[in-house]
């Protein structure tokens, strides 16, 4: 079974701390991306990756693919308020169809 | 507005009935996909379609058919439904295999009651 493990499950900080989450597998990925999702909305897609090493950066969000493609890390600079949401990265399997969801990070940013 | 189109926003219904969820991709994409979220749970795959054809089937229950059209809008069909089936039911689309990404609707919250 393909999994994409998110860590952590939930982290609660304080306005302009700085956090990682991260995203694992045992499974080679063509592609990866990260969605944000707010409560009653559907994901919203943020980036994506598909170098391995690659890393990409969208104002504080910096986004990370692992050099074998089986991970990835998302650090965000000086969190915010409406950085508030669900963080799910997700991935396409190589010579597949299949496009699998991790477990999330529920973020909560405290002003 | 994402250009994905899905209705209606909200549905409560009773245990035992059927129900039509509709979604409208954005424009010139050919994949349509189907995910139920419940609550504090992950997004569980229901089921794809790709210009017309069932590509990739996940969990779907066998209550639940799915079907998309020559238009390219595709409708989740959910009968015989129970009070489990309560959940966020999310459409998203791509050009062809998601290597991009998707693009998710704002989903039907739909009420079994």
């Known amino acids: 079974t393909q999994l994409l493990e998110q860590s952590p499950q939930f982290l609660s900080i304080q306005e302009g701390e700085n956090l990682t989450v991260y995203c694992n597998s045992s499974s080679v990925f063509s592609s990866l991306q990260w969605y944000r999702q707010e409560p009653g909305e559907g994901p919203v897609l943020l980036v994506t990756v598909v170098t391995g090493g690659e890393v990409k950066k969208l104002k504080r969000l910096t986004f990370q693919f692992g050099d074998a493609r089986k991970d990835s890390s998302l650090h965000i600079t000086a969190a915010q308020p409406g950085d508030t949401g669900l963080y799910l990265c997700a991935g396409a399997l190589p010579g597949t169809y299949k496009y699998i969801f991790g477990t999330g990070t529920r973020l909560k940013v405290l002003a | 507005d994402s250009g994905v189109t899905q209705t209606p926003k909200h549905l409560i219904t009773a245990t035992g009935q059927r129900v039509t969820l509709r979604c409208s991709p954005r424009?010139?994409?050919?994949?349509v996909y189907w995910y139920q979220q419940s609550l504090d749970q992950g997004l569980q795959f229901l089921i794809q379609?790709?210009?017309?054809?069932?590509?990739a089937k996940g969990n779907i229950l066998e209550r639940f058919s799915a079907q998309q059209f020559p238009d390219l809008h595709s409708e989740l069909n959910l009968s015989s439904l129970e009070l489990g089936d309560s959940a966020l039911y999310f459409c998203a689309s791509s050009s062809g295999t998601g290597y991009y990404g998707y693009t998710f609707g704002s989903g039907t919250r739909l009420t079994v009651v």
């Open positions: 424009s010139g994409d050919l994949s």
């Open positions: 379609y790709y210009n017309g054809e069932e590509r």
